[in-house]
């Protein structure tokens, strides 16, 4: 089983200020055509998560250009270039590749 | 526009078989390269896939709960039913049923942007 490990746990961040969530997976999350199966998900209180990054680095319709995220094969990275008020929440990232594993979850709060 | 929403029982006794529906609307689910899948989050946990049905009838279900699941899609309702037996305490959750699509060409990966509200399941006697 793919093992998925987040870091930090918890992140507090002051408003205007870039933000980063690492992601490891115990395996290569590399898919035979090419594609890195790595997804990036936002969950605020009493909401269903949403999806924010797909497949390592596309953005999703209708999320903002300051969310980015970067990396592959392992290691890869979730970025604020500058964190809002309204991005506080649980982000998840988690494997496509074999079971859907997600990560512990890092929660971001704003200062 | 594509919703999800999520249907069945909120408080379930031990033992007890759940069944959960999830209504959709805004595409088919014989449509080539859809899928539509169930995860679930305990309170104050990490989410856990459990199940996934594809387009073509091929099923996906999480290793650890194969042995309790069992997915179905009915098409002409527009619906995709999960049940779940044997339940017990620590499956109280909240459930939730998505929507995916493949990324391009057969074989290539799917993503998950549509998402219900979920519905909180309670596991007690």
């Known amino acids: 089983d793919i093992v998925m490990t987040q870091s930090p746990l918890s992140l507090p961040v002051t408003p205007g200020e870039p933000a980063s969530i690492s992601c490891r997976s115990s395996?290569?999350?590399?898919?035979?055509?090419?594609?890195?199966?790595l997804d990036w998900y936002l969950q605020k209180p009493g909401q269903p998560p949403q999806l924010l990054i797909y497949l390592g680095s596309n953005r999703a319709s209708g999320v903002p250009d300051r969310f980015s995220g970067s990396g592959s094969g392992t290691d890869f990275t979730l970025k604020i270039s500058r964190v809002e008020a309204e991005d506080a929440g649980v982000y998840y990232c988690m494997e496509g590749l074999q079971a859907r594993t997600f990560g512990q979850g890092t929660k971001v709060e704003i200062k | 526009q594509i919703t999800l929403k999520e249907s069945g029982p909120t408080l379930v006794k031990p033992t007890q078989t759940l069944t959960l529906t999830c209504t959709f609307s805004?595409?088919?689910?014989?449509?080539?390269?859809?899928?539509v899948g169930w995860i679930r989050q305990p309170p104050g946990k990490a989410l856990e896939w459990l199940a996934l049905?594809?387009?073509?009838?091929?099923?996906y279900y999480s290793p650890s709960l194969t042995n309790r699941l069992t997915i179905t899609k009915d098409t002409s309702r527009n619906q995709v039913v999960l049940t779940m037996t044997n339940m017990n305490p620590v499956d109280t959750a909240t459930y939730y049923c998505?929507?995916?699509?493949?990324?391009?060409?057969?074989?290539?990966?799917?993503?998950?942007?549509?998402w219900g509200q979920g519905t909180l399941v309670t596991i007690s006697s």
């Open positions: 998505s929507r995916g699509s493949r990324i391009g060409a057969y074989n290539t990966p799917y993503y998950f942007p549509y």
């Open positions: 805004g595409f088919s689910l014989n449509s080539d390269g859809v899928a």
């Open positions: 395996q290569s999350l590399l898919h035979s055509k090419g594609y890195n199966c």
């Open positions: 049905i594809y387009w073509d009838d091929d099923i």
